[in-house]
């Protein structure tokens, strides 16, 4: 199980090297100038608009207590980084989601010499696309519907103690299905067909979704996560469950 939790991790930081190799750089560029663009501009507006609130709430705190402005800029830091935290993944997978079906695919052909069935045609790519999008709605309510128990189990006494590992390795676990999907979709394997066969994986894959999951913690790091964990998906795909 060791040995399998150690491979999955490598399999996350050969990403770097795969990600940046030619042929494959425009995929790996082309969403990750969007997102970043579009974190800006939604912390920008976040800014924008929560500084006239916080200014107006700090206008009503008495004199005797208007040392506690920094306490309340301090919290309002805060709540941006568990914003983008928690929904920089989900967007960004969102916005990314055609390239990096394209990503996965351009990549298994520089790994194996062939392409995987959804690749060549037009139409065979407008469908992959379409598919992909589809795909990100169904992870999505399969992560509400984890999500949802668990939090509940979170105020449960006793049970609440474990909570925040039942929280990192359900976190780690879903990352690792987030992106094996584009590797495996684009041979037209379904969400729940692969949950079933990764399950027969899963100290691989938590290796893997662990170092995914670190790096989604990282500042800046968390903007390459995307790429890198497409392009160790699809090497992982390749030479262990293809």
């Not at 997978?93 to 055609?98: K, R, W």
């Not at 795909?135 to 105020?155: C, D, M, Q, T």
């Not at 299905?177 to 067909?193: Q, S, V, W």
């Amino acid at each position: 199980m060791i040995t399998n939790f150690i491979k999955g991790a490598k399999y996350a930081l050969a990403g770097f090297g795969l990600m940046t190799q030619k042929g494959v750089r425009r995929y790996v560029a082309i969403p990750l100038i969007v997102n970043t663009l579009t974190f800006a501009a939604v912390i920008w507006y976040t800014y924008s608009r929560a500084n006239e609130g916080i200014e107006q709430l700090i206008t009503w705190l008495p004199s005797w207590l208007e040392w506690l402005s920094w306490l309340v800029w301090l919290l309002f830091a805060v709540l941006i980084m568990i914003l983008v935290f928690y929904t920089f993944t989900l967007i960004a997978n969102l916005i990314g989601a055609p390239f990096n079906g394209l990503l996965a695919e351009k990549l298994e052909k520089k790994l194996t010499g062939s392409s995987p069935p959804s690749s060549g045609r037009v139409l065979e790519t407008l469908v992959a696309i379409k598919n992909a999008l589809v795909s990100e709605v169904v992870k999505f309510a399969y992560l509400l519907s984890r999500v949802i128990p668990l939090f509940i189990l979170s105020f449960v006494p006793g049970i609440n103690v474990f909570a925040p590992l039942l929280w990192l390795s359900f976190g780690t676990w879903m990352l690792a299905l987030e992106y094996m999907d584009y590797p495996m979709g684009n041979h037209g394997i379904i969400f729940a067909e692969q949950r079933r066969q990764l399950k027969q994986h899963r100290a691989l894959l938590l290796g893997f979704g662990s170092i995914i999951m670190l790096m989604t913690i990282v500042p800046v790091l968390n903007f390459l996560a995307m790429p890198v964990a497409v392009a160790g998906a699809t090497k992982l795909w390749v030479e262990e469950l293809r």
